[in-house]
């Protein structure tokens, strides 16, 4: 059981850790066209990432997930992996990637004990690839998939952010791919970070819409399949694949909460949106190793931990972008 409990006595058992906020691709729903990344300096080391991850699971956590920013463009990722595969207790240790460097990264990180991939792809047309990535090679990151499955992961999962007007026509092919390959797919509606402006707003497309799209073909069963955040989870009557809608908007999950996140600067993130954050990495600089003291810092911090996330009030914006939030 987690010693993590907040003021609203919800367990947290699962970490997001980011480990850069670098990336390859510009996703337009993610980052600007010309993002400032971070100083190195500021950046966590893979010495401090472990030792963060280390105070966590020894306070309970058994699920962590590394993700960025595109965490495999990180050149020292995988060493990560083999560093957090050996931690005691930790039951799950998955990553989000855009799947670009997977062909060549998927084996060794399969092979040094990562256990699950969460892959984003929003569409399966090249130019549009290209555009909503803003640099994406559609190609690689389907070749990035296939080397995934190759190497040996299971329960592979599909992310992709439908937006209207541009990929919305897309939901059944975007189904059928994964049909065809037994991988899982969840789909995210946009989330209000960054500046919030009128074009944001109107290709917002609710969960609900996407949902209706997938049953006027493919009858949707409800799952038991329950994971502490915004997800909701259908099987499928004819095949292995699970659809997922994840709406932070439309569906409140905050009262299920077993999250956290730590951003690549070190800064425990209570709540995705909302600003409340506390700075592992100030105690992590000033007592390097000192597991005790940065589990003391967890617990204060997490008495902070808000009841729920501000996305629907009115003229409230999370000004962190995606990949500096840890996605
Ligand atoms: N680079 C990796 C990737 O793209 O999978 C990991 C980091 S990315 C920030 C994690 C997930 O967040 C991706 O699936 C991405 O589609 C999603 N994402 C990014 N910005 C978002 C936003 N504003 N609203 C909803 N999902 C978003
Ligand atoms: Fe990069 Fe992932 Fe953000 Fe796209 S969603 S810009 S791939 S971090």
Aim: net charge neutral; hydrophobic share 35%; aromatic share 6%.
């Amino acid at each position: 059981m987690s010693q993590i409990v907040d003021g609203f006595n919800r367990q947290v058992d699962y970490l997001r850790l980011s480990v850069t906020d670098r990336c390859d691709f510009r996703c337009v729903y993610c980052m600007s066209e010309d993002p400032e990344f971070l100083p190195r300096q500021q950046v966590l080391s893979l010495e401090e990432l472990s030792w963060v991850a280390q105070a966590f699971t020894e306070l309970g956590v058994k699920k962590i997930r590394l993700t960025g920013g595109e965490p495999l463009v990180r050149t020292d990722c995988d060493q990560l992996v083999k560093l957090l595969g050996n931690l005691p207790g930790l039951e799950d240790l998955s990553m989000t990637t855009n799947g670009s460097r997977l062909t060549k990264l998927a084996q060794p990180l399969f092979d040094n004990g990562l256990s699950r991939l969460n892959i984003s792809l929003d569409t399966l047309n090249p130019e549009l690839f290209t555009q909503l990535t803003r640099n994406g090679k559609l190609d690689r990151v389907i070749a990035g998939i296939d080397a995934a499955i190759a190497a040996g992961f299971r329960k592979i999962k599909i992310n992709a952010v439908i937006l209207r007007g541009q990929n919305d026509h897309e939901v059944i092919d975007l189904v059928n791919f994964c049909r065809a390959r037994n991988l899982d797919i969840a789909f995210i509606e946009e989330m209000p970070l960054g500046v919030i402006d009128e074009r944001k707003q109107s290709r917002h497309c609710s969960s609900d819409e996407v949902k209706a799209l997938i049953e006027a073909q493919y009858p949707l069963i409800p799952s038991s399949k329950r994971t502490g955040g915004p997800a909701r989870y259908y099987q499928m009557a004819d095949s292995s694949t699970h659809v997922g809608f994840i709406s932070p908007h439309s569906n409140n999950f905050c009262h299920e909460c077993n999250r956290v996140r730590v951003t690549v600067e070190g800064r425990l993130l209570l709540c995705l949106g909302n600003e409340n954050s506390i700075d592992l990495k100030a105690i992590v600089r000033a007592h390097p190793g000192d597991i005790e003291r940065l589990k003391h810092a967890i617990l204060d911090g997490i008495q902070f931990k808000p009841q729920s996330h501000h996305f629907d009030q009115e003229g409230v914006q999370v000004l962190r972008f995606m990949n500096a939030t840890g996605g």
